[in-house]
């Protein structure tokens, strides 16, 4: 059936990706939990004004609106929007609720929505997996994001990456130099794109913005590749501190929190040299205050995977008064795609661990009490509910994915036994059912694990 009856940008998903989806989602939620982050749920939509201003120039031409109701309607009028990400709702939730106890820690796992360019690997539904500490002043919550970041990638079988580390007051303090404080914004929008576009394109659009040839030799070589996180701090000092004046402690204190945040990284886990300061890094959403991060998965290539920083000032336009913030999102659909191209040829995964056969109409009692057996002891198990013959079943069965069958032929009938048949093997045993329940746990024990790398067999 032609793709005309789905919405652009969005995507169905059937039992075997959701079963990946939520594997996935499981690891991360069990790494927010780990690290003591609490849940939280808000709406999928929000008062028109919660999301204006918050995102950026460009951001504002992402919001999808929902027109009023009745005669508002009528002449375009809109008072609500989708959500297009999960930080900006959790501020409100903070500024109307300000008897929550801080810091206060929370997680969400949700769709959002973004009236994007549908293209590959973009979409205008995808979800977010955000954590976020509201109420912490310092480097130490910035660095537990890049912990939790790299506790995430480990759980999911991603050892090889980078997070890399930059501060927004460093990114102020370039424009100073360069002669354009009132075209930050501009400036930055333009090198959030330096890995999309490259220098080149880069300085195509700041040249098309206004910036003149002297202004954007200036912003790369403030930018310039350094080997080491200690030559791109003593870089950043050498090439600012003789423009800046009396700015110039605004940008010291910003590059003093990213050499602060890398070494506590560390001190929570981060493996040695897997945080690199990077003053490329620009990270567009105008509601960032101080640290920015993302962390790039290099083997497989997945690039970006989680991005965050500070946000001291967002909560305040919601409550009048300033409650610092710094949270983290890591990107749940460019893992699910390595995931889903790795195991394209992968036998489906079952929502149940055995399917209880029917051998024949006169034997369906028995299927029928091998079956609530099971699910009491706790275990995951279908019914076949069809007419079809027992070798119809069988081929249904192993077509499906599921790892065991279960039978009651007349001989198992006759004694009280059931027959567990590993759909993979071929082995099969001949059980009570309490023992063909230890049998399946056991066989489920067997099979738990971290998700495999990728490239890795099951």
Not at 284 to 301: N, Q, R, S
Not at 391 to 409: S, T
Request: glycine share 10%; with cysteine.
């Amino acid at each position: 059936m032609p793709d005309v009856f789905l919405a652009k940008g969005t995507r169905d998903f059937l039992p075997a990706q959701m079963h990946r989806r939520l594997a996935v989602i499981d690891r991360v939620r069990a790494v927010f939990t780990q690290f003591g982050f609490e849940p939280l749920e808000t709406p999928a939509f929000e008062r028109i004004e919660t999301l204006t201003g918050k995102y950026g120039e460009e951001g504002q031409q992402l919001i999808f609106k929902i027109l009023k109701r009745g005669e508002g309607g009528e002449t375009g009028g809109c008072d609500q929007a989708l959500r297009y990400d999960l930080t900006v709702p959790l501020a409100r939730v903070v500024a109307m609720n300000p008897d929550l106890r801080l810091p206060f820690k929370r997680w969400q796992i949700a769709p959002v929505w973004r009236a994007d360019r549908p293209a590959k690997g973009r979409f205008r539904e995808f979800y977010q997996c955000d954590a976020d500490i509201v109420g912490a002043e310092g480097p130490l919550a910035d660095a537990e994001c890049l912990a939790v970041a790299a506790a995430a990638l480990t759980a999911l079988g991603f050892p090889a990456y980078t997070i890399r580390l930059n501060d927004r007051r460093v990114l102020r303090a370039m424009a100073a130099a360069v002669g354009a404080e009132d075209r930050e914004g501009p400036l930055l929008v333009a090198i959030d794109k330096l890995d999309k576009i490259g220098v080149e394109g880069v300085s195509a659009e700041l040249a098309a913005r206004g910036f003149d040839a002297a202004q954007i030799a200036l912003v790369w070589a403030i930018l310039a590749p350094q080997p080491d996180n200690a030559a791109a701090l003593a870089a950043l000092t050498a090439q600012l501190q003789p423009r800046l004046g009396d700015r110039w402690p605004e940008a010291e204190a910003g590059i003093r929190a990213i050499a602060e945040v890398a070494a506590l990284a560390e001190d929570l886990g981060v493996p040695p040299g897997r945080v690199r300061i990077d003053p490329t890094l620009a990270r567009g959403l105008d509601y960032y205050t101080g640290p920015v991060f993302e962390a790039v998965v290099e083997e497989p290539k997945v690039g970006s995977f989680a991005g965050g920083g500070r946000y001291d000032g967002l909560i305040g336009m919601f409550s009048g008064r300033r409650i610092p913030a710094v949270g983290i999102s890591l990107g749940l659909e460019r893992v699910l795609a390595v995931l889903d191209e790795r195991d394209r040829d992968a036998p489906p995964p079952t929502a149940a661990q055995a399917i209880v056969l029917v051998w024949d109409a006169a034997r369906r009692g028995p299927a029928i009490a091998a079956a609530r057996s099971l699910r009491a002891a706790g275990i995951t198990a279908d019914l076949f509910l069809g007419d079809a013959a027992f070798k119809n079943q069988l081929k249904y069965a192993n077509g499906r994915g599921y790892p065991f069958a279960v039978l009651v032929g007349p001989s198992e009938a006759e004694r009280g036994l059931v027959a567990v048949k590993d759909l993979r093997s071929g082995e099969q045993v001949v059980l009570t059912l309490d023992q063909a329940a230890d049998h399946l746990r056991a066989a489920r024990a067997a099979a738990a694990g971290p998700l495999p790398k990728p490239g890795e067999a099951r």
